[in-house]
């Protein structure tokens, strides 16, 4: 169904697309998103709900095929934090402040991911208990432990709050005299399919968990620890197993 925010979105986008490359308004990878909100008028905000009237917007430079994240959502467990909790046991020392322990890694439920040359980690979609699984093994396969999760309830509840539908927006990037400029030149529109699919897909390995848990290397705030979030994520080309595209 094509809405009348849809139209208004892509009306916006079109106005935005004849202004060619656009100053970044904010610099480092959030900058090509953060500029497109500002051009549409968008103050910024933490709320998970979506962008622009119900449509969740997302995006990416043109040449890349790095995944998109869908939401963030960190685990659950027996511990209140329990993030910190995997990034204390779990994390591997920064290069350069190697008093921090980072804990950065792409994980599925297909294969096993190596974390810090020590640990397997791996998702277990369990549909009886209604969670996803953090399953952490060492490199020889013996069992540590499995007491991160994600309840079904939770992971639904942000799906369908935040991408029910789903813009997608390119940008080419450039730099002018040393600043980031962005041309926004194409956007896609899509409609969730089921949260069955979106359960499915984690299952066979299409839609990932990534942590990103970092330092800060340039500033202020160089050494301490930053969290950019826990975020499920998928590639472009497996875009329309989760989502119906809409064309107009």
């Given at each position: ?22 100053k ?72 350069v402040?190697k008093?921090?322990?980072l ?27 209604e ?14 432990e ?23 927006v ?79």
């Open positions: 169904m094509i809405t009348e925010e849809l139209k208004n979105l892509k009306k916006e986008f079109e106005r935005i697309k004849k202004m060619g490359y656009v970044a308004t904010r610099s480092g990878y959030t900058g090509i998103g953060k500029t497109f909100e500002d051009l549409l008028g968008k103050k910024e905000d933490t709320l998970e709900l979506p962008d622009y009237h119900g449509i969740e917007i997302k995006t990416r430079r043109g040449y890349t095929r790095s995944y998109t994240t869908l939401f963030g959502a960190t685990p659950q467990g027996k511990k209140e934090f329990e993030i910190k909790r995997l990034r204390s046991m779990y994390g591997y020392p920064d290069n402040y008093n921090q322990k804990l950065h890694a792409s994980v599925q439920a297909n294969c096993s991911t190596l974390v810090g040359n020590k640990y397997l980690f791996k998702l277990v979609v369990d549909y009886e208990e969670k996803i699984f953090l399953l952490i093994t060492d490199k020889n396969m013996n069992f540590i499995k007491k991160a999760y994600w309840t079904f309830k939770i992971l639904e509840e942000k799906l369908n709050r935040k991408l029910q539908y789903l813009a997608l390119k940008a080419w990037p450039n730099t002018i005299n040393g600043e980031d400029y962005y041309k926004y030149y194409d956007i896609d529109f899509y409609k969730l399919k089921s949260f069955n699919e979106f359960i499915k897909l984690i299952d066979e390995g299409v839609i990932r968990v990534t942590f990103k848990i970092g330092v800060f290397k340039k500033g202020e705030r160089a050494g301490e620890l930053h969290d950019r979030g826990t975020g499920f994520e998928i590639q472009e080309i497996d875009m329309l197993r989760l989502f119906d595209k809409i064309g107009f």
